[in-house]
């Protein structure tokens, strides 16, 4: 499995992780109060003490890990310390705002200060064996995801496209219109379309279908509709072949305000959760960098490749981010 090295990271992790001997409750008191201190600690936990890490606490999270906002009315919303005034995001808020404060090395939602320190806890969580870098076939950019985002596309993109260029030559780069091609081979998403998500201006339907089907997995847990969507896996399994590699925004712009109205925090939610079922869907991996500020607030890529790949992924994030950053710097000292 492998040991992180270095003397020692520290980490901390959601309070929905077993620690053997304490309560483990949800972001919720209630919960908290009406259940018993575990019997044991979590698998992911252990994992990282006996590979070489100190833990030092619990984070906030959404009540029982069900919102991307990251708000918490009993403990407190964690602040992000890029930007103070949006929600932090979630369900993982205090998980992602205690590496972003540089509180600690590491947390578990699984979140890192730097590509290296992802990919050795990632090693270990994931029992990964060593591998040898491997030049991705092909970087493929969703358009259509882009265009969800309120952010500039070249912005976004720009920094990734030349940092690409740089490190393996101008012939990997590619562009896609993922809704249509969703919707050409996986015929089976039809029974998820819903009249609104048809309508809505500001999603793209055939992603939408995937959304709801997350929802229900995880309201209903419908495993026999889960088995379905091994076609997903397939259609994108075809697109990106062995080592193709899938660009989308991370979200689609910058996020609401804290205690936000409920209409602009619903339609933000519908677009995010279309880019995030991609991966929630198909089984994927997927990996977010940060490129940096746009309008004072925070940036951000995905990149997602094959089910299985995540050794794979976790090295090309590490090779191409020293010089993203740089690329990122530019891109905002020409002000986008």
């Not at 030092?56 to 009315?73: F, H, I, P, Q, R």
């Not at 260029?165 to 039809?190: I, M, Q, T």
Request: net charge negative.
């Amino acid at each position: 499995m492998g040991h992180m090295a270095k003397d020692t990271y520290y980490g901390a992790f959601m309070e929905k992780f077993d620690v053997d001997g304490y309560v483990t409750g949800f972001g919720n008191p209630d919960w908290a109060r009406t259940h018993p201190a575990a019997t044991s600690t979590a698998p992911a936990v252990l994992a990282i003490l006996r590979g070489g890490a100190t833990c030092v606490g619990k984070t906030v999270l959404d009540e029982m890990a069900y919102s991307m906002n990251g708000e918490n009315k009993h403990y407190g919303t964690p602040k992000n310390p890029c930007a103070p005034d949006p929600v932090p995001g979630g369900s993982s808020s205090g998980s992602a705002v205690a590496v972003g404060a540089k509180l600690v090395d590491f947390s578990l939602g699984w979140f890192a200060r730097d590509p290296v320190i992802l990919n050795r806890v990632g090693r270990v969580l994931l029992q990964l064996p060593e591998v040898d870098p491997i030049i991705p076939s092909q970087i493929i950019i969703a358009e259509d995801c882009f265009q969800l985002s309120t952010i500039p596309s070249d912005r976004a993109t720009e920094p990734l496209v030349k940092s690409v260029n740089k490190l393996f030559g101008g012939d990997l780069v590619k562009h896609a219109v993922l809704g249509d091609y969703v919707k050409e081979k996986v015929p089976s998403r039809k029974q998820f379309m819903t009249k609104g998500n048809v309508d809505q201006e500001y999603n793209i339907p055939s992603l939408a279908a995937l959304a709801s089907v997350v929802e229900l997995l995880l309201r209903y847990e419908v495993k026999n509709n889960h088995g379905k969507w091994t076609e997903l896996r397939a259609a994108l399994n075809a697109l990106l072949g062995d080592f193709g590699v899938l660009i989308i925004p991370t979200v689609p712009g910058p996020p609401p305000k804290l205690q936000s109205d409920p209409i602009l925090l619903e339609a933000f939610r519908v677009r995010a959760s279309s880019l995030q079922s991609i991966a929630g869907v198909s089984g994927f991996c997927q990996v977010s960098i940060p490129l940096g500020l746009y309008d004072n607030l925070p940036v951000a890529i995905s990149l997602l490749a094959k089910h299985g790949s995540d050794a794979f992924l976790l090295i090309l994030v590490e090779i191409l981010y020293d010089t993203l950053q740089e690329e990122v710097g530019i891109a905002e000292k020409k002000g986008y």
